[in-house]
């Protein structure tokens, strides 16, 4: 087949290249980068203000110009032709290209943030330094480089989420959600923590922070430091500290029954955000096959154990024993912990055991025994809490999984793996949303009786690698843990077969044998 | 253990396979001259259109045969001897059979015309013609204009196809608007006019008289019936599509325009059976053509097939019609029997509705002596099949199915409804035929 792919894309000369309008937006665009890249070395721009908002707009400008251009003498419908010939979308050179630099610039961020001109005491220099009139503006403070990195990710998600909707604006489904992840990353990301971070002063510390922003996802909400300013800030704090408790226990679970993990994952989150909107563009480059579908299920799953140890032990040790101080000791969390653990594995191994694969079974077995003789090895033996130094595992987590995993690869690997790298393989978020979208929620995608012609276009756009087809084709409904429920298979079927649907849990994974449409004899004698 | 062999890889020869695997042990061979694993037939534009790569018209990875152990071998077969029950390849080598599966699809159909041989003269229905098409129009530059020859399905995918890449389009459309020897008229008009508005240039009541060579023998232009000569470097001939069963021309398989199959889908020779669309049934079944060239018969005869050839006899007897097709951005579905003018059935009355964007339309036939609903044609509205279905066999009467219209759609979430709209209308009629 390979070789008929290569004939393919060498005798052809598709249309690839794009108007006059398009050029010149990309130019626009490329001009405000370039006003960033010359203040990365230290040019120092006299009035910083009119040239960041100068960059900045340019940048935006490009964008909205470019999808203007792009679409809007196209009739409204699907937009994917030449999808596999360019080269930024079909991992050809500029494909490369990008993912290389969006990787350094991760880097950088993360490890060399000295470089972008962050100064620890005193005035910020370079791109930092850029950005301090408008980090006065919003929290009174000069700008950090996760300043900076919030302001650009914030940017790309209106920027390019306004292409998302030009190049949907068939879709209502789409046009909303898009502008559901749009308001929470500009309200809730960007704006609602920089203005808290303004009620602070010398005598009044709370944590701000995106308040959708919800444990595991954000790994170091029930930190020592968090907790210890969360409760000194008085009501206000407690009530943050419980929000952050009951968004995980109680409004998650709710809405994920009701809704499926769409309801966070691809109409508030912040990094399902940027995929839907930046990330659009490289939604097909998943990987599609079973062997790919099976490291999803023991990374992901390996990554939420990781967390709710690296928590539990980072809980604990900041937990006093004297129980007559306060009623959370450290035992007693443990002993909570575990028989939370074991709750949830015995109610799914009661209730759901049948909808468990063997691979899950095992395991299932194999974390929960490995946690809860932790647990029991560390009230036997009184040794540290898992064998490891709490901080130690907090660092290594923050590290591999915070930086290395969401933000290296998760984002700057885009144009090479699909825009949900992240979202599939490592959020432990995404596994606890899609643990109990699998067994315990009305969401499905349905399948239209015998329509399906196995086309492969939904499999092909699907960001999460599920291979849709596969249960289309057989006229069974879709629930799988990883769909975060964005709705394009079901937009690209050309044959109006999927559409995904909140419904009772009765008869939710139906299969048939036999497809509707076929004598009504064989399919009562075949489907049972 | 007896050996199945399966000539055609396509979607009947391969529901058939999967089938058998699931209900017996017995040994599955199939065999293809076309390509190595079976792909997506009604999906080869995509590839063209770069929506997707060959690889991902493909329905199953490359281990899926070997783990159901279906054996695939890419050969060409030129004789079938069904007394020796062997069979014999172009390449050489033969190869024995117990039983027999004839699944070789369809070819394009031709009318003789003048000028068929010359390069750039081609269909599409299968990989090759995909190449080909790459081959002879991979942009504007090498292929500023193509002419298509018929208006049906195939017609108008290559239109969509050869649009992505900005090569005009002249379309010549026997009728006074596209498919309307199928469509009822009014959305037959509509389709005409979205298919214009795609820049394509369309002709109604136009037809070829013949195709002009060059020295080097290429196409140069077309010549229409009325006498004008259309320049052009393809010619796309999709007036419909023929059985291919040339290859048997010699065997002792009893064929008319198909293969003869009776409702088991068995030839006139024991142990040889022909699924999809080179099987022709020997009495039509209801309102159905002898000869169906669809996606979905193919597979239901498949599914059906492989009951009989494992020991649980099953005629082929299908449900209620349906089918399914895209024009350009316009999305069709159809359940039950919704006729074109020309075809109308003295019994039969329509209430058709049409969105003011004029890109959705629905036509409802019922029996004007009994009221009974007898079909749907809905474009750019999804609609439930099960639903659709369920009304059909339970003989739901016309205004019982409007009246409950809300119930069979299946939009995504959040779109526009238009129910009202078309009960309204249909309130409204003054009841025609």
Known sequence: ?528 | MEHIVIIGNGIAGITAARHIRKLSDKKVTIISAETDHFFSRTALMYVYMGHMRWRDIEPYESWFWKKNRLELKKAYVETVDTNNKTLHFKEGGSITYDKLIIATGSTTNTFGWEGLELNGVQGLVSKQDLENLEKNAPNNKECPRAVIVGGGLIGVEMAEMLRTRKIEVTMLVRESAFWAGTLPKPEAEMISSHVISHGVDLRHNAELDKILGDDKGNVRAIVTKDGEEIPCCVVGITTGVKPQISFLKNSKIETDKGILVNRKLETNIENVYAIGDCAQQREPIGNRPPIEAVWYTGRMMGEALAQTICGKPFEYNPGNWFNSAKFFDIEYQTYGWVFSESKLKDYEAQFHWKCASDLRCVTISCNKNSNEFLGINTFGIRMKHEVFDKWLNEKRSVDYVIENLKQANFDPEFFKNYEKEIQTAYANQTISV
């Open chain 1, 1 to 528: 087949m390979s070789t008929v792919q290569r004939n393919m894309s060498l005798t052809g000369e598709p249309p690839k290249t794009i108007n006059t309008q398009q050029k010149l937006a990309s130019a626009i665009g490329l001009i405000g980068l370039a006003l960033l890249f010359l203040a990365l070395f230290n040019l120092n721009f006299p009035n910083k203000t009119l040239w960041l908002s100068t960059s900045l707009g340019m940048i935006a400008v490009g964008i909205i110009w470019f999808s203007i251009a792009a679409y809007q003498n196209k009739h409204e419908g699907i937009k994917n032709d030449g999808v596999y010939f360019k080269s930024l979308s079909s991992r050809g050179f500029w494909a490369w290209v990008l993912g290389i630099t969006v990787t350094l610039f991760y880097v950088v961020l993360y490890w060399f943030p000295q470089y972008l001109g962050l100064v620890k005491d005193g005035d910020n220099k370079a791109i930092v330094a850029l950005f301090d009139p408008l980090s006065k503006l919003l929290n009174g403070g000069p700008a950090s480089q996760w300043f900076v990195y919030g302001t650009l990710y914030t940017l790309a998600i209106l920027a390019f989420g306004i292409k998302f909707i030009l190049k949907y604006r068939h879709n209502k489904y789409e046009k909303l959600r898009t502008f559901s992840v749009m308001f929470f990353q500009l309200g809730f990301a960007f704006l609602i923590p920089e203005l808290m971070q303004r009620l602070n002063s010398d005598s009044f510390k709370l944590p701000y922070y995106d308040l959708k922003n919800i444990w595991p996802l954000n790994y170091y909400n029930f930190e020592q430091y968090r907790v210890d300013e969360f409760i000194s800030a008085g009501d206000i704090g407690l009530g943050l500290l419980i929000f952050g408790v009951v968004s995980i226990f109680v409004i998650t679970p709710i809405l994920t029954y009701k809704y499926g993990k769409r309801w966070y994952c691809s109409w508030v989150c912040g990094c399902g955000g940027l995929a839907e909107t930046a990330g659009d563009p490289f939604r097909h480059l998943s990987d599609k096959r079973q062997v790919a579908w099976k490291v999803e299920r023991w990374v992901i799953h390996s990554v939420l154990v990781f967390v709710v140890l690296m928590t539990t032990a980072v809980v604990h040790s900041y937990l006093g024993d004297d129980s007559s101080k306060y009623w959370l000791t450290k035992d007693v969390f443990l002993i909570c912990v575990a028989t939370l653990l074991t709750l949830v594995f015995t109610g799914v191994w009661i209730f759901k055991r049948e909808e468990l694969q063997k691979d899950a079974r095992i395991g299932s077995i194999a974390y929960l025994v490995i946690i809860l003789s932790l647990v029991g090895l560390h009230f036997a033996t009184g040794k540290t809490l898992f064998l490891f130094n709490a901080e130690t595992l907090r660092q290594s987590y923050g590290f591999l999984i915070g930086a290395v995993f969401s933000g290296v690869i998760g984002v700057g690997f885009y144009p090479i793996f699909g825009s949900r790298v992240w979202c599939r393989f490592g959020c432990p978020m995404a596994a606890i949303l899609g643990f109990q979208q699998r067994l315990f929620s009305r969401f499905r995608i349905t399948t239209n009786g015998g329509q399906c012609i196995s086309c492969g276009n939904c499999s092909t756009y699907c960001e999460m690698g599920i291979d849709v087809r596969a249960y289309a084709q057989k006229g069974e409904n879709i629930v799988r843990s990883s769909c975060v429920g964005c709705g394009i298979c079901s937009a690209v079927c050309p044959r109006g077969v999927l559409k995904l649907e909140n419904g009772p849990l009765e008869k939710r994974i139906d299969s048939n044998e036999i497809l509707l449409g076929n004598d009504v004899d064989l399919m009562n004698y075949v489907n049972k």
